[in-house]
């Protein structure tokens, strides 16, 4: 990329400085909620540092990507078949064969997908894998319940996603307004989603699902965008990368201060009700290997997701939410003033 566009400068970024703690409480202060992944701050926070020494004004991030212009097209045979397209649903399958997406042994959970997915919850408890809300995010589901919330709304298996159902669920899961203006708060950078403009989303939702697995290729309807714009080493890259590769780096060096937070939200009633913190104390110790075998996203989701809304919510009643942003003090005349 670096070298077909002489605008482009290649920069590397380490995640070194600011503790975990310290780079949440200063998101959490600017954007009046628990960051939803703090686990990917850190390197958030390096990269918006980064390039605002630099000089960089304006950043671009594609963050909506994966429901907008790139989305990969994985339910289109599901779709197609729910709505009593068999042929279309075959057409659909043979291509996803032949590009090597899909398998014959695929074929009865495409089947599952459009008629009953709930009946994958069994498959994926037998084969160990977990998609069910309360994995990725640690809340209770008694206590879900209790207080109105449907936790089965945010199941990523049922109702399967369509790429309409994912932009809406993104849309509905995300203060964006304050997501983007934390960076111009803390870094002076003008951060702005280009996969995430409305006409970009109503433009690819009006696009048939079933374009973006054209010919058996996922996210074909960028891919086909692309082609003479990216190399095709980039263009046709299929493997996926580890969002936050360096998180069990992060846990080990992080742990006794995730275990500190843990302890005391377990001395507030409600954050106890509202997760297994118990549970969360256990899995905080566990060792990589068994971290990585229970699945990578569902443990680092489930644990640091929960130590951002319970830390939130115990800073907001011992009064030092915003502690980061604004600091009280009193003159000797009795004139408070507000240090920004």
């Given at each position: 990329?670096?070298?077909?566009?002489?605008?482009?400068?290649?920069?590397?970024?380490?995640?070194?400085?600011?503790?975990?703690?310290?780079?949440?409480?200063?998101?959490?202060?600017?954007?009046?909620?628990?960051?939803?992944?703090?686990?990917?701050?850190?390197?958030?926070?390096?990269?918006?540092?980064?390039?605002?020494?630099?000089?960089?004004?304006?950043?671009?991030?594609?963050?909506?990507?994966?429901?907008?212009?790139?989305?990969?097209?994985?339910?289109?045979?599901?779709?197609?078949?729910?709505?009593?397209?068999?042929?279309?649903?075959?057409?659909?399958?043979?291509a996803a064969?032949?590009?090597?997406?899909?398998?014959?042994?695929?074929?009865?959970?495409?089947?599952?997908?459009?008629?009953?997915?709930?009946?994958?919850?069994?498959?994926?408890?037998?084969?160990?894998?977990?998609?069910?809300?309360?994995?990725?995010?640690?809340?209770?589901?008694?206590?879900?319940?209790?207080?109105?919330?449907?936790?089965?709304?945010?199941?990523?298996?049922?109702?399967f996603r369509?790429?309409?159902?994912?932009?809406?669920?993104?849309?509905?899961?995300?203060?964006?307004?304050?997501?983007?203006?934390?960076?111009?708060?803390?870094?002076?950078?003008?951060?702005?989603?280009?996969?995430?403009?409305?006409?970009?989303?109503?433009?690819?939702?009006?696009?048939?699902?079933?374009?973006?697995?054209?010919?058996?290729?996922?996210?074909?309807?960028?891919?086909?965008?692309?082609e003479g714009?990216?190399?095709?080493?980039?263009?046709?890259?299929?493997?996926?990368?580890?969002?936050?590769?360096?998180?069990?780096?992060?846990?080990?060096?992080?742990?006794?201060?995730?275990?500190?937070?843990?302890?005391?939200?377990?001395?507030?009633?409600?954050?106890?009700?509202?997760?297994?913190?118990?549970?969360?104390?256990?899995?905080?110790?566990?060792?990589?290997?068994?971290?990585?075998?229970?699945?990578?996203?569902?443990?680092?989701?489930?644990?640091?997701?929960?130590?951002?809304?319970?830390?939130?919510?115990?800073?907001?009643?011992?009064?030092?939410?915003?502690?980061?942003?604004?600091?009280?003090?009193?003159?000797?005349?009795?004139?408070?003033?507000?240090?920004?």
């Amino acid at each position: 990329m670096a070298l077909q566009f002489r605008n482009i400068v290649h920069t590397c970024v380490s995640t070194g400085g600011a503790s975990l703690f310290a780079t949440l409480d200063r998101y959490t202060d600017v954007e009046a909620a628990p960051p939803f992944n703090p686990h990917h701050l850190q390197w958030i926070d390096a990269t918006y540092s980064a390039a605002a020494a630099t000089g960089v004004t304006t950043l671009l991030t594609g963050s909506m990507g994966n429901t907008t212009i790139s989305a990969t097209g994985n339910f289109a045979t599901a779709d197609a078949l729910q709505h009593g397209r068999f042929i279309k649903a075959a057409m659909l399958f043979a291509a996803a064969r032949a590009s090597g997406v899909r398998k014959l042994r695929h074929i009865p959970g495409a089947l599952l997908a459009a008629y009953a997915p709930r009946a994958l919850d069994l498959v994926d408890h037998v084969r160990r894998v977990r998609f069910n809300a309360e994995e990725f995010t640690g809340i209770r589901p008694e206590f879900a319940k209790t207080n109105g919330i449907d936790l089965a709304r945010w199941d990523r298996r049922l109702p399967f996603r369509t790429a309409t159902e994912q932009a809406q669920d993104a849309i509905d899961r995300f203060d964006f307004g304050m997501f983007h203006e934390s960076p111009r708060r803390l870094c002076g950078l003008n951060a702005t989603d280009p996969t995430f403009d409305r006409r970009v989303v109503e433009l690819t939702l009006s696009i048939p699902l079933e374009q973006f697995s054209s010919k058996g290729v996922p996210r074909a309807l960028i891919r086909t965008a692309m082609e003479g714009r990216l190399p095709d080493v980039v263009r046709l890259e299929r493997r996926r990368g580890l969002q936050s590769a360096d998180f069990l780096t992060m846990l080990e060096r992080e742990r006794s201060s995730i275990a500190d937070e843990l302890a005391r939200m377990r001395d507030v009633d409600l954050l106890c009700r509202a997760f297994d913190i118990p549970l969360l104390q256990q899995r905080l110790h566990w060792p990589a290997r068994q971290a990585i075998a229970y699945g990578w996203y569902q443990y680092s989701n489930r644990l640091m997701r929960a130590v951002s809304a319970g830390r939130f919510i115990r800073r907001m009643l011992d009064g030092s939410l915003f502690s980061t942003i604004a600091a009280k003090t009193q003159d000797q005349a009795g004139t408070v003033h507000i240090r920004m």
